[in-house]
């Protein structure tokens, strides 16, 4: 089931040995939206810094998911029905949050993630966008079990992460990490950094005493210290240098699945590329697949394979990135990509503006929650929950305007 290793680092790579601890140098030009124009297809992608590449990864990607050894695996139903197994398998997945007065009595709940339905296979990216309150960090938390699902099944290498208990689930566990928004909270400000990267290790009793602090310091190295920064304090270091370090608690345990959520929002924009070229570089290295949790558009267009649109708790829409971007299906997505500015004065573009808020989560619109703003909205719409149609391979539109 390990991924294959054999895939060459990619070639820009703004983290370099004399990295350490320097004043973070890309500019902030680095994080513009790149358009369809400038780049072509994706798969003739740059480095998140704007520099040409060479293009190992798609095509990598494609072989190491057509490898993956699927005998052991069940298959969990549903209605994305792909060639190869993937990593982990979200169906039907739900979370609503009790809502009690003040005497304590339930009163309603916060629907916050609704039939949540997606697949990650081994080594990609699975970008998950929409608006603020959406639901996608909770869609994170919920597969990662930091918070319990109230419905739903969350399926990890063909097993049924809600069926195991124990040893097996704990060792589970361990194959998937999280890389958290703010890198400032994110670490205990009384404790050395290295102990905060050997901590994972500490707690599922994995090596010594000294080959824990040895696999520290190499993590560190990794991530664009010196091993002696061991010994420093969060503190010490910058918002980026703190989100490096944050990815290198991550990697302790060599999970295969990690959960980043908004891993840049919370960084200056001129640092912004440095994370996300690390991330990059790491998944190249190590097969990884990330599900990747943003709110900014044109970094999910760069970093991810497939993108997911939530709204009001439900992912309305997924499909590869470039068919995303390209074709989206569904008149909130199409709203969502009108709002990105495309950096080509001669490229005209529609702004799809909505009318009205986003409705409250605690009482969400019958039928289809977006009719309530949709405006190709139909009588349909008010009462009946739209079915997920598969609209061409791999693109999922759930909206009553592509019915069969
Ligand atoms: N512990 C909680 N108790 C009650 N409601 C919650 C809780 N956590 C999240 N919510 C609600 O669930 C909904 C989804 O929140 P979530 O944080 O997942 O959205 P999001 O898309 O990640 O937003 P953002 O981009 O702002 O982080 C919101 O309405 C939020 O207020």
Request: proline share 8%; with cysteine.
């Amino acid at each position: 089931m390990t991924p294959s290793p054999s895939v060459e680092p990619r070639k820009t790579n703004l983290l370099t040995d004399t990295d350490h601890l320097s004043p973070e140098p890309a500019s902030a030009t680095d994080l513009r939206p790149v358009s369809q124009e400038e780049t072509g297809s994706r798969s003739d992608r740059q480095s998140f810094s704007g520099k040409r590449e060479a293009e190992p990864d798609r095509k990598e990607r494609n072989d190491r998911i057509g490898s993956v050894e699927s005998s052991d695996l069940v298959k969990p139903v549903g209605l994305i029905q792909p060639s190869a197994q993937p990593l982990l398998s979200v169906r039907g997945l739900q979370k609503h949050f009790p809502v009690r007065s003040a005497l304590g009595r339930r009163t309603g709940s916060v629907q916050a993630v609704n039939d949540v339905s997606f697949d990650i296979y081994p080594g990609e990216t699975f970008g998950l966008v929409g608006e603020s309150g959406c639901g996608k960090s909770t869609t994170g938390r919920a597969v990662m079990n930091l918070i319990e699902p109230t419905g739903g099944e969350v399926w990890y290498e063909g097993q049924d992460l809600a069926k195991l208990k124990g040893a097996r689930l704990k060792n589970m566990r361990s194959n998937i990490q999280m890389v958290f928004q703010d890198p400032y909270t994110s670490l205990d400000p009384r404790r050395r950094i290295g102990y905060a990267i050997e901590e994972p290790l500490h707690i599922h009793r994995r090596g010594s005493k000294n080959e824990r602090t040895e696999r520290a310091m190499s993590l560190l190295e990794r991530v664009g210290f010196r091993p002696d920064q061991y010994y420093r304090y969060p503190h010490e270091f910058s918002g980026g240098q703190r989100q490096r370090i944050g990815i290198a608690k991550a990697l302790a345990l060599e999970p295969k699945l990690l959960i980043c959520d908004e891993p840049v929002s919370a960084l200056d924009v001129s640092i912004q590329s440095q994370v996300i070229n690390l991330l990059e570089e790491i998944q190249q290295e190590r097969g990884l697949s990330y599900l990747f949790v943003a709110h900014d558009l044109s970094v999910v267009r760069h970093i991810a394979d497939r993108v997911g649109v939530m709204y009001l708790g439900g992912l309305v829409e997924q499909a590869p990135t470039d068919e995303l971007f390209g074709n989206p299906l569904h008149p909130y997505t199409q709203s969502l990509l009108s709002a990105v500015p495309i950096p080509n004065p001669r490229v005209k573009k529609e702004r799809v503006v909505l009318s009205g808020e986003v409705p409250s989560p605690l009482n969400p619109p019958s039928g289809c929650t977006f009719h309530t703003r949709c405006p190709f909205a139909m009588d349909v719409c008010r009462s009946v929950v739209p079915e997920r149609v598969q609209a061409s391979p791999g693109h999922e539109v759930q909206c009553h305007l592509y019915a069969t």
